[in-house]
């Protein structure tokens, strides 16, 4: 079982009771938590306790992805000081801003795991291989692998990204459209647009498409309607609470 659920999509603010990027992915084993935005936490406790967290991964280390792992850190303080959680939680991270890495452990609840470009790691019934982005910090596409199933989360990546070489066909590719196509910057940086992302997935061949990484202001129709344009598989514009079953 692979189960991917939204708990924040948006950026770079929360839209009103809304989070900005965090994940929660569940396999047959484990229960993780990819990327921690505004907001984040709150989305979580819908779906499970903290303290029934195995493992947390962010993409990178920009506010939107990160703010509230620092309220998570309280959170498994209090499992460990209550009897409800006995081992610390592990997040794996990037080591660069190196300001902001050093912040990710606290105290003996919670360390840090540093990760760099190409390397795997099994976790349980799963394997987690790292990819670089095009983005301005280390950031990193995660691919996750169960048997067959294939399970691509872009994170934050720019149009030079090569999705290519991070393999084809993925059952699911989460990927940011940060833009609506009109309003890209003149010489955009570490960002797509949702066309963009959207010719990304056609290229791929990816089976489904999870637009993500949305600006709260757009109308999530004329997100819609700009995939449509250039991908056409099956296709979603996220929401707080989905959960895509694979």
Known sequence: MLRWTVLGCHSPYPAPGGATPGYLLETTEHKIL???????????????APHELDAVWLSHL???????LFV??????MAMQTGQREEPLTVYAPSEPAGWAEKIPYRHFVRHQPIQEGESYSL????????????????YALEVRQGERVLLYGADAGPSTSWESMGSSPDLFICEGTYLHR???????????VLQAAQAADRIQARRLLITHLYPEYDPDDLRAEASSAYKGEMWVAQSGWT???
């Not at 349980?124 to 950031?139: F, K, M, N, Q, S």
């Not at 309003?183 to 647009?193: A, E, R």
Request: charged content about 15%; some cysteine.
């Open 244 to 246: 895509i079953r694979l």
């Open 72 to 77: 998570l850190q309280y959170a498994v303080m």
């Open 124 to 139: 349980g019934d799963v394997t987690i291989i790292l990819h670089r982005t095009e983005h301005a910090v280390p950031c």
């Open 34 to 48: 990819v990327d921690c935005g505004s907001g984040v936490l709150s989305q979580l406790g819908k779906k499970i």
């Open 183 to 193: 309003d890209l910057p003149p010489h955009p940086v570490g960002h797509h647009s």
């Open 62 to 68: 920009h506010h939107d992805h990160i703010t509230d």
